[in-house]
């Protein structure tokens, strides 16, 4: 997740920089249409999707929205330490938020045991496919999270970043946040509208 600097726009460099934005627009795009996808499906048959939502586990989606805005508030500190170059507070917010990525993962996995205890596959139903595809999907986003929160904590531990070397460390804390918005909206989505 490195790059050159940003470019400057109105006097101000864009966190991360262009590539990881435009990224982060085409990710936030597919993931909207299967938002607006599982939305109309539901309301074509919203049967199976009542029925599906009462074999969830609404407390552990609201105790992982949590742990990941936790990982989101450590990221951003993570950027912030960066800019004033405390390398050391750098990397100990970005290895925290990469904990809050496996701990995510970690309920995450306990839940689909449970879901595929139940006999539960992506062919059971409308509902079935769009949640495990969705957090799936998600679930695999945390996982890339996690894989460049770690590297880039350990180099900013070796004093690799500091304030004239932000951008690796701000398009890392931004695809984190981008992981954290997605979940936001999943989170109500798939476990709570009804």
């Given at each position: 997740m490195?790059?050159?600097?940003?470019?400057?726009?109105?006097?101000?460099?864009?966190?991360?920089?262009?590539?990881?934005?435009?990224?982060?627009?085409?990710?936030?795009?597919?993931?909207?249409?299967?938002?607006?996808?599982?939305?109309?499906?539901?309301?074509?048959?919203?049967?199976?999707?009542?029925?599906?939502?009462?074999?969830?586990?609404?407390?552990?989606?609201?105790?992982?929205?949590?742990?990941?805005?936790?990982g989101?508030w450590?990221?951003?500190?993570?950027?912030?330490?960066?800019?004033?170059?405390?390398?050391?507070a750098?990397?100990?917010?970005?290895?925290?938020?990469?904990?809050?990525?496996?701990?995510?993962?970690?309920?995450?996995?306990?839940?689909?045991?449970?879901?595929?205890?139940?006999?539960?596959?992506?062919?059971?139903?409308?509902?079935?496919?769009?949640?495990?595809?969705?957090?799936?999907?998600?679930?695999?986003?945390?996982l890339a999270?996690?894989?460049f929160?770690?590297?880039?904590?350990?180099r900013?531990?070796?004093?690799?970043?500091?304030?004239?070397?932000?951008?690796?460390?701000?398009?890392?804390?931004?695809?984190?946040?981008?992981?954290?918005?997605?979940?936001?909206?999943?989170?109500?989505?798939?476990?709570?509208?009804?």
């Amino acid at each position: 997740m490195s790059g050159a600097q940003a470019p400057a726009i109105q006097g101000r460099e864009l966190p991360g920089g262009t590539v990881i934005w435009l990224f982060v627009a085409i990710e936030l795009l597919t993931f909207g249409l299967f938002f607006v996808g599982f939305a109309w499906a539901r309301r074509s048959n919203p049967a199976p999707f009542l029925a599906g939502q009462g074999q969830l586990h609404p407390l552990l989606g609201a105790i992982n929205t949590g742990v990941l805005l936790s990982g989101g508030w450590l990221a951003a500190r993570g950027v912030l330490a960066n800019r004033s170059g405390k390398t050391r507070a750098t990397a100990a917010f970005l290895t925290g938020a990469a904990v809050s990525g496996i701990l995510f993962m970690a309920i995450k996995l306990h839940e689909y045991a449970d879901v595929f205890e139940a006999g539960v596959s992506l062919s059971t139903n409308t509902f079935w496919f769009f949640y495990l595809f969705l957090t799936g999907l998600h679930f695999l986003h945390v996982l890339a999270g996690v894989g460049f929160l770690l590297p880039t904590a350990w180099r900013a531990a070796g004093g690799a970043y500091g304030p004239e070397n932000r951008s690796t460390v701000e398009a890392v804390a931004v695809f984190w946040h981008m992981v954290d918005l997605i979940w936001i909206f999943l989170f109500p989505l798939i476990y709570l509208a009804r």
